[in-house]
């Protein structure tokens, strides 16, 4: 078989074995497209139909950090690798109503490496009652430019974030 006839090939099947592992967000369905079981992190990421790691519009991300009890156990480190991508000051947020044992919301603007875009991020960091703490995070991606769209964020970061915070991502690490 031709090395590009193969590579399709373990691609479509690899996105139909991913496609039990779907969240509903935003009105679209998101299905695994990839994961990793790291002893350290366990990842998870999540595209709508027809988008790639290589080039999407929206993608949420799921994170377990094994061994790790207590937010400050994740958050500086996680800060400190998007730090060098701040393209504004983020935004944390606590929820009064949270059912979760703690949980924290960083609401951000990344420009990335290669200054080919921006995307917003809203990383919801929980722990529940188990012994490790997770992440969901969805980030939206704006195309580079000298002024930055923001429209599409302004008029949704807060359902993005109360969407967020309904979830919980337990069953999608389980797959």
């Known amino acids: 078989m031709k090395p590009a006839l193969f ?6 099947v690899s996105q139909v074995a991913f496609a039990d592992n779907c969240i509903e967000f935003d009105q679209k369905n998101f299905c695994e497209v990839w994961r990793n079981a790291q002893t350290s992190m366990q990842t998870v990421e999540f595209l ?4 790639s790691l290589e080039s ?3 993608m ?3 994170r377990n950090y094994p061994g790790k009890a207590v937010l400050k156990d994740v958050i500086p480190e996680y800060i400190n690798s998007v730090n060098p991508m701040f393209a504004l000051k983020p935004d944390l947020l606590t929820p009064d109503d949270s059912a979760n044992l703690e949980e924290v919301y960083f609401r951000m603007l990344l420009l990335a490496p290669n200054k080919s875009h921006y995307e917003y991020v809203i990383n919801k960091f929980y722990r529940d009652n188990d ?8 980030s939206y ?13 302004t008029q949704n970061r807060n359902g993005w974030t109360q969407q967020l915070q ?10």
Not at 131 to 138: D, E, G, L
Request: charged share 15%; aromatic share 10%.
């Open 141 to 153: 991606r704006i195309p580079f430019s000298p002024t930055i769209d923001c429209d599409q964020v």
């Open 48 to 51: 709508s139909s027809g988008e």
């Open 60 to 62: 949420i991300t799921v």
């Open 7 to 12: 590579s399709c090939a373990i691609l479509c």
């Open 166 to 175: 309904a979830l919980s991502i337990d069953e999608y690490l389980a797959q």
């Open 131 to 138: 012994s490790s703490v997770k992440s969901i995070f969805y």
């Open 56 to 58: 999407w519009s929206t």
